[in-house]
């Protein structure tokens, strides 16, 4: 391939900021991303059949380009120009075709250590592997403590293997390993009693916490304590640690994300499964899901009970269990702009099955990090601004940091977090946004 001489997007620190010129209109696709790739670019170069360049185009924003490649929701295509006649261009899959196109082996070439400052990652997801790329490529020594066996975060414990394949996620992994040999990867060491934060700071000189949002947050209602009542997160990790459990013949899936999604699917999938339902408080106008997974839902004929809260979960008569539920009608809008679902008294009725899977949200959970006190109950206290905690050699991003999101939003915080790392070290006190 030609060899390019590309240097990270973290490492000039007299970059031009040119989005208040009038005459600065970047294309909607490519802003509309949060990592702003150069869609009008690769497309290009794909329609020349120029493949490697289309592949530098993409990589140079996205390290994960195989994953996004299937699994990205694609904030680019309802942007897309053509949406608005004869429908957005198919960005996420052209993506997709030039890594297959390419092949396993196609990486960019290596990157030198050039730096004696080091960083340690703490979690080996979309953020994590985004900031530890932008650092190895400007030639910091970067080492990834990761708590699995394997780098990719709940890209490998939480999408279902019908939608992303194991060699999907491979590629992505030992292409990024392969273009920064600085990068050294510690598996199987969590955050904790064996790893404390002053072991990080005492070996490195900043510490990046990536440590994502892994566990199922708490519905808050009565009986949800039940063994046959699981959280969605948890659920989707079993399974794709290679368990087949068989499951009662109903099963109910509450919430309306993404993780709902995955869930419901996957569930209809186990053995002794015949009937899966998921219970959404708003209307489908609400469904915070997107489309194209909601599509696959109904295409497995899952049904999608709409305008129902849950109350609480009793067991019935032959032990199975009984979920309490109420009709609601939508209200005024929240804080978050969504409309608040009213229950309607007299609405009291019954659901019954044998399994529940609760997919309402993630959180993060660090006794480590509690007591320091970086925790704010549910994610890693960090501002956003400057990606800082209070501590002045700690930084965090991903899901950990600021909640749930997508793959391509963990890591435009990944390359955030890079890019005040750098500036930190640089004594840069106000970089550039």
């Given at each position: 391939?030609?060899e390019l001489?590309?240097t990270s997007?973290?490492a000039?620190?007299d970059?031009?900021?040119?989005?208040?010129?009038l005459?600065?209109v970047?294309a909607?696709?490519?802003t509309?991303?949060p990592?702003?790739?150069?869609?009008?670019?690769?497309?290009?170069?794909?329609?020349?059949?120029d493949y490697?360049?289309a592949?530098?185009a993409?990589?140079?924003?996205?390290?994960?380009?195989?994953?996004?490649g299937?699994?990205?929701?694609a904030p680019?295509e309802?942007?897309?120009?053509?949406e608005?006649s004869?429908?957005?261009?198919?960005?996420?899959?052209?993506k997709r075709?030039?890594?297959?196109?390419?092949?396993?082996?196609?990486a960019?070439?290596?990157?030198e250590?050039?730096?004696?400052?080091?960083?340690?990652?703490?979690?080996?997801?979309?953020?994590?592997?985004?900031?530890?790329?932008?650092?190895?490529?400007?030639?910091?020594?970067?080492?990834?403590y990761?708590a699995?066996?394997?780098l990719?975060?709940?890209v490998?414990?939480?999408?279902?293997?019908?939608?992303?394949?194991?060699?999907a996620i491979?590629?992505?992994v030992?292409?990024?390993?392969?273009h920064c040999p600085?990068?050294?990867?510690?598996?199987n060491?969590?955050?904790?009693?064996d790893l404390?934060l002053?072991?990080?700071?005492?070996?490195?000189?900043?510490?990046v916490l990536?440590i994502?949002?892994?566990?199922g947050?708490?519905?808050?209602?009565?009986?949800e304590?039940?063994?046959?009542?699981v959280?969605g997160?948890?659920f989707?990790?079993?399974?794709?640690?290679?368990?087949?459990?068989?499951?009662?013949?109903?099963?109910?899936?509450i919430?309306?994300?993404?993780?709902?999604?995955?869930?419901?699917?996957?569930?209809?999938?186990?053995p002794?499964?015949?009937d899966?339902?998921?219970?959404?408080?708003?209307g489908p106008?609400e469904?915070?899901a997107?489309?194209d997974e909601?599509?696959?839902?109904?295409?497995?004929n899952?049904?999608?009970?709409?305008?129902?809260?849950?109350?609480?979960?009793?067991?019935d008569?032959?032990?199975g269990?009984?979920?309490?539920?109420?009709?609601?009608?939508?209200?005024?809008?929240?804080d978050?702009?969504r409309?608040?679902?009213?229950?309607i008294?007299?609405?009291?009725?019954?659901?019954?099955?044998g399994l529940?899977?609760?997919?309402?949200?993630?959180?993060?959970?660090?006794?480590?990090?509690?007591?320091?006190?970086?925790?704010d109950?549910?994610?890693?206290?960090?501002?956003?601004?400057?990606?800082?905690t209070?501590?002045?050699?700690?930084?965090?991003?991903?899901?950990g940091?600021?909640?749930?999101?997508?793959?391509v939003e963990?890591?435009?915080?990944?390359?955030?977090?890079?890019y005040?790392?750098?500036?930190?070290f640089?004594?840069?006190?106000?970089?550039?946004?």
């Amino acid at each position: 391939m030609t060899e390019l001489r590309r240097t990270s997007i973290t490492a000039d620190p007299d970059l031009s900021d040119d989005t208040g010129n009038l005459h600065y209109v970047p294309a909607p696709c490519q802003t509309a991303c949060p990592v702003g790739t150069d869609v009008p670019s690769y497309i290009a170069h794909i329609w020349n059949e120029d493949y490697e360049q289309a592949f530098e185009a993409i990589t140079a924003t996205n390290p994960l380009s195989s994953i996004c490649g299937r699994v990205c929701d694609a904030p680019c295509e309802p942007a897309c120009r053509r949406e608005d006649s004869d429908g957005a261009i198919a960005i996420r899959n052209l993506k997709r075709f030039v890594m297959d196109a390419l092949g396993d082996d196609h990486a960019l070439p290596p990157v030198e250590v050039t730096q004696s400052k080091s960083i340690a990652v703490v979690g080996g997801g979309p953020a994590g592997l985004t900031a530890a790329q932008d650092l190895a490529e400007a030639g910091y020594p970067v080492h990834i403590y990761e708590a699995t066996d394997r780098l990719g975060g709940m890209v490998v414990w939480g999408i279902p293997r019908f939608r992303l394949p194991d060699g999907a996620i491979e590629q992505d992994v030992q292409r990024l390993l392969a273009h920064c040999p600085g990068i050294e990867v510690h598996y199987n060491t969590p955050l904790g009693t064996d790893l404390t934060l002053d072991d990080l700071k005492t070996r490195h000189d900043a510490v990046v916490l990536t440590i994502g949002a892994t566990q199922g947050k708490s519905m808050g209602m009565d009986g949800e304590a039940r063994n046959n009542v699981v959280d969605g997160v948890g659920f989707l990790k079993r399974i794709n640690m290679g368990e087949r459990p068989t499951l009662p013949e109903t099963v109910l899936v509450i919430g309306g994300g993404d993780v709902a999604m995955d869930a419901c699917r996957v569930a209809k999938r186990m053995p002794g499964v015949k009937d899966v339902k998921v219970v959404y408080r708003r209307g489908p106008d609400e469904l915070p899901a997107r489309r194209d997974e909601l599509k696959g839902a109904l295409a497995e004929n899952i049904d999608i009970v709409y305008n129902t809260q849950p109350v609480s979960v009793s067991e019935d008569a032959d032990g199975g269990l009984k979920l309490r539920c109420v009709k609601t009608a939508l209200g005024e809008p929240d804080d978050d702009g969504r409309r608040r679902p009213i229950t309607i008294e007299g609405s009291e009725h019954d659901l019954s099955c044998g399994l529940i899977i609760a997919a309402v949200g993630q959180k993060a959970e660090s006794a480590q990090l509690e007591s320091h006190d970086l925790m704010d109950w549910d994610r890693v206290k960090t501002e956003f601004a400057p990606m800082r905690t209070a501590d002045p050699m700690v930084f965090a991003a991903g899901d950990g940091a600021f909640g749930g999101s997508s793959i391509v939003e963990a890591m435009h915080h990944g390359h955030r977090a890079a890019y005040y790392v750098q500036a930190s070290f640089q004594g840069r006190e106000k970089p550039l946004p």
